[in-house]
């Protein structure tokens, strides 16, 4: 399942900041070629003729050395790296630049002028040797690129931590819209009413069964109501309320409910969003085996597959029913939702309907 609005949205921003990155690139070399080139006529009295050419060919050349570092750091996503890792990084980066610019400017120039030293440099520290104006040289040309480098990555960073911020106020809006669903589902009167009327049917004839009804229900309304204060949960304390969930439903449904669960026991103390199996569960019963008149078999499945927790909730459904449609699975698409923003493209829903008398939703996330 996915949300065009949200991937819309976020391939607008992504035109406007490759948009905004391109613009400064070029501005801002452009008035590095100008303010080089300009002093080398001035300064050296370099004739345009070279001057342009020489300039030219060293910011082409930065412009081509700093989208090669930016393509590299986000190809190997150093800004998900720790402080110190990145730092290194970065500052092998600016080296590796730094002098391959130096040796670019040092060609041009003897190409140009006969002489590794560019004229401007050499007539601005004229009283040193040789060997000490290649060192500046080289130095000028870490300063600037210490500049682009720390210009570019403290952008980089704070767009980063900008955005973490964004998903974090857009899963505390999607948890606490899907808190507020979840909460509506098990507090709506069918089940209310489902429930309390089981409790009181065993009262008379079997009062400690409707103890433990009494107890399961106030136990699944608690962690509703709850469930907004951490986001994951591990599957075996997810599976708990589960239980108590179908131990309720089964006050309505009876023989016509049978649950077979598969629980690899790698997979119990794996972490999940809170209400996840829930959700699918109640998905299954509510649109899949309450309607059918003989009810079905729900299938519960979580496994580890390599590095991802495999969860699948299986049920047969009325052949005619329609459990994708939008009004019957609203709580599905905001699973979806919640999935993306907690773990991204790691996480995904599929709602297989391929069967028309069966249904199967498999959730795979990092294990």
Not at 31 to 59: D, N, R, T
Not at 222 to 251: C, F, H, I, K, P
Not at 337 to 349: I, K, M, N, V, W
Request: with cysteine; net charge positive.
């Amino acid at each position: 399942m996915t949300t065009e609005r949200g991937g819309s949205r976020s391939e607008s921003l992504s035109s406007r900041t490759s948009l905004a990155y391109w613009t400064l690139q070029l501005v801002g070399w452009g008035l590095y070629f100008y303010w080089q080139s300009s002093g080398e006529v001035i300064l050296a009295g370099a004739p345009w003729s070279k001057a342009g050419p020489m300039w030219g060919g060293v910011c082409a050349a930065a412009i081509g050395l700093t989208q090669t570092l930016r393509w590299f750091s986000r190809r190997h996503a150093w800004l998900e790296l720790p402080p110190l890792a990145l730092l290194g990084r970065v500052l092998a980066g600016l080296l590796i630049i730094a002098m391959t610019s130096s040796l670019v400017a040092m060609a041009l120039s003897s190409t140009l002028y006969g002489t590794p030293v560019v004229p401007i440099l050499g007539a601005v520290y004229r009283k040193l040797n040789f060997a000490d104006q290649l060192r500046n040289q080289f130095i000028g040309s870490l300063l600037i690129y210490g500049i682009w480098v720390a210009v570019y990555f403290g952008i980089a960073i704070q767009r980063r931590r900008h955005r973490a911020e964004l998903r974090q106020a857009q899963l505390a809006e999607a948890l606490q819209a899907a808190e507020l669903r979840l909460l509506k589902a098990q507090l709506n009167p069918h089940f209310l009413f489902n429930a309390l009327n089981g409790v009181r049917a065993l009262i008379a004839g079997d009062p400690a069964k409707a103890q433990d009804a009494v107890t399961r229900l106030a136990r699944t309304l608690r962690y509703t109501l709850s469930s907004g204060e951490e986001n994951l949960v591990t599957v075996a304390r997810e599976l708990e309320m589960v239980d108590d969930y179908l131990a309720l439903e089964s006050l309505r449904l009876a023989e016509r409910l049978n649950v077979v669960r598969d629980i690899a026991p790698a997979a119990i103390m794996v972490r999940i969003p809170a209400m996840l199996m829930q959700t699918l569960v109640e998905n299954a019963i509510k649109h899949g085996i309450a309607p059918l008149k003989q009810g079905g078999t729900l299938r519960i499945a979580a496994h580890v597959a390599a590095t991802e927790l495999v969860i699948e909730v299986a049920n047969p459904r009325p052949e005619s029913g329609s459990m994708d449609s939008g009004s019957e699975n609203v709580g599905l698409k905001n699973l979806s939702e919640r999935l993306r923003l907690l773990f991204g493209p790691a996480a995904r829903l599929r709602l297989d309907l391929s069967d028309p008398g069966r249904a199967s939703a498999q959730v795979r996330l990092p294990a």
